[in-house]
């Protein structure tokens, strides 16, 4: 049985008197909210703590945006596993293209990334997903298997959601065509040996085109990132028709 699981990507925003405000307002708004869609914000690593404590009892879950591969050991500037387990972190997102893009990020240390993340109890949300020039040349179905076949090697798929984001359709408002999102899903999925990974679309997800992103029979869930910054589009995003 797939899960559904809406993802708020808050990337490098928010400090922690922000985050405050931000679940203050945000928890009531999800109250009504069918608890079968799991909810999760996905903050920055400085933010984790006091989210966590701000969301104690509440059924929205805590995500990181990066772990490193090794348990422990001298990588100034990262994260390990134990630690963001220890705080009650449960997901992690791997991959994300603009970790790819700035920090050198490879489907090989994705790949160790994913495996560090399991190892620890931790659920990867691994990011895929095409630049424009590879869509323009007709190579996203390429890019997209090459990318999961390099990721995916002795990943433990019961444990796993994965996030199809078109590079092109980040952040720009530039949203990739309900249907044509819904149709590389669909191949994402053909790929894998579990059909019930959960398969999350991401970009430019708004209030107004959610409705139709999860309308899609191959879409799982969404992976958002500048609309989950406030509380009440947020909320409107998890609170899809
Ligand atoms: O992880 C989230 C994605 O990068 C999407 O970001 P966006 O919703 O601001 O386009």
Redo the contacts with the bound molecule.
Sequence with gaps: MRKIIIAG?W?MYKTQEETLEFVQAFKSKIEDTDEARKVILCAPFTALGVLSKGLHGSRIELGAQNVHWADEGAYTGEIAAPMLAEIGVSYV?IG???RRQYFGETDETVNLRLKAAQRHGLTPIL?VGESKAQRDAGETENIIINQLKKDLVDVDQNNLVI?Y?PIW????GDTCEALEANRVIGLIRAQLTNPNVTIQY????KPDNIDEIMAQPEIDGA??????LDPTSFARIVNYQ
């Design positions: 990507n990337k997102i994300h293209s603009e990011c996030a984001e359709a980040i952040g720009t991401g970009g430019s997800v992976l958002v990132g500048g609309a989950s």
